[in-house]
């Protein structure tokens, strides 16, 4: 259950993406990414940041056409303005920076399917006003971003010994024998389901507080 | 108006336009860069097989100008493989492959002496193997265990070893826990060298 209606702040509208609602942790939205793109920490940081300005973008898009959108065909219009975004940051990577286009692959066009998206435009932007549907889709971005990078950063450094390609002291040398699975599908599981199990041991005071 | 039937439909219908013209436009902008990137990515990998050691990092225009002063790009006199010229002579033959990896295709280039049987670089240009496993096929110590190897004769003229197996002048060690990566790279090396080797005019070098 949800806590009790806080007012609609900045403040607290940030809070509550990036931490007591977390999109992965809380809510367990937009885990297929998580679970696609975290065996290396530059691919996921560059998700993270494609993620990060597309649900910014598509909250505010929906949230300045709400008044306008007739309610029957809301999704339809929802899931082509994150089409339409999506499809800006793959032909920008794609011109621009090519090499990281094929490392990410069909990902960056699976951003459409992102659960975050459709979860914010429906759950907020939808019914409140553009500025702060903004601030609520960039914070779940964060939000998402967040708990990525730690399963990234354990599945590099435990499955390759390196960190952004840097080696890292101990886990690249000898004595270190690599976690191939980490690097393979399986080890994504077991590190997303081990960040949940951390994250919200750290966080369950406060939600019995708050309840 | 918004309560007219015909509205949900006249809506959709411009709030789909509006943005696809938008991206036509973009992608159309864009296109001669994407064509640009592929054909550069190209390039440096004939430049990095037939010349190992250039710096890996060079990239874009520099890359260009080096690739069209020395390759020459008439493949029909050379069975397919690109050549790189030191005036009129040649110095190394660039035999391009490609084909399906484990996850998607892989295409890259690996270049030959004069002799036809020694190995002079191998690079891998274009690949989604498993970052970690196979990915390390496009890795720089992967690569430079193709440097002075030979070709053997017979259709084997390259073989993929285990790690820890005893390596002759004709063999390379393949990536750990990249099995099918392995399997599929080989296969296609091989072929391609093979072909070369079949359709290359034999006598003077061209």
């Known amino acids: 259950m949800s806590p009790p209606a806080k007012k609609l702040t900045y403040t607290n509208v940030t809070l509550e993406a990036i931490w007591y609602n977390n999109p992965i942790f809380r809510q367990i939205l937009g885990i297929c990414s998580t679970l696609a793109v975290t065996n290396l920490v530059l691919n996921t940081i560059v998700m993270c940041v494609a993620l990060i300005v597309v649900t910014g973008l598509t909250s505010l898009t929906v949230s300045s056409l709400r008044n306008l959108t007739p309610r029957n065909i809301r999704m339809m219009v929802e899931t082509l303005i994150m089409a339409f975004y999506v499809i800006i940051v793959d032909i920008a990577l794609r011109a621009y920076w090519p090499e990281m286009s094929s490392n990410l692959g069909p990902f960056v066009g699976l951003i459409i399917t992102n659960c975050i998206l459709m979860g914010r435009s429906e759950a907020f ?75 919200r041991s750290i966080s369950t005071d406060t939600e019995e507080k708050s309840s | 108006m918004k309560d007219h039937a015909w509205f949900p439909i006249a809506y959709m219908f411009l709030i789909t336009a509006i943005p696809t013209a938008l991206l036509i436009g973009l992608a159309h902008y864009t296109q001669p860069r994407v064509d640009a990137n592929a054909q550069i990515a190209f390039e440096k990998a004939v430049i990095m097989a037939t010349l190992p050691a250039t710096d890996p990092t060079l990239r874009g225009l520099a890359l260009h100008k080096l690739f069209v002063e020395r390759i020459n790009t008439q493949t029909n006199a050379a069975a397919g493989a690109y050549r790189l010229m030191d005036g009129d002579a040649v110095k190394a033959y660039a035999i391009p492959f490609a084909g399906k990896g484990f996850w998607d295709a892989i295409k890259g280039v690996i270049a030959v002496a004069p002799d036809r049987t020694t190995v002079v670089g191998f690079y891998v240009y274009e690949q989604s193997e498993t970052p970690g496993l196979g990915a390390e096929i496009s890795q720089p110590w992967f690569r430079a265990q193709f440097q002075n190897k030979t070709l053997a004769a017979g259709d084997l003229p390259i073989t993929f070893r285990r790690r820890g197996e005893p390596l002759g002048p004709h063999d390379v060690e393949t990536v750990t826990g990249g099995t099918q990566t392995s399997v599929r790279l080989e296969r296609l090396v091989n072929q391609a060298c093979d072909q070369w080797r079949a359709a290359m005019p034999s006598g003077a070098t061209p």
């Open chain 1, 125 to 199: 932007a939808i019914v409140n006003r553009p500025l702060i549907s903004m601030v609520d889709g960039v914070a779940s971005g964060i939000g998402y971003s967040m708990v990525l990078l730690v399963i990234a950063t354990a599945r590099e450094i435990f499955g390759m010994g390196t960190f952004l390609g840097v080696p890292v002291p101990f886990f690249s040398g000898p004595y270190w024998d690599r976690w191939v699975i980490m690097v393979m599908p399986p080890g994504a599981f077991f590190m997303l389901a081990v960040a949940i199990w951390i994250f």
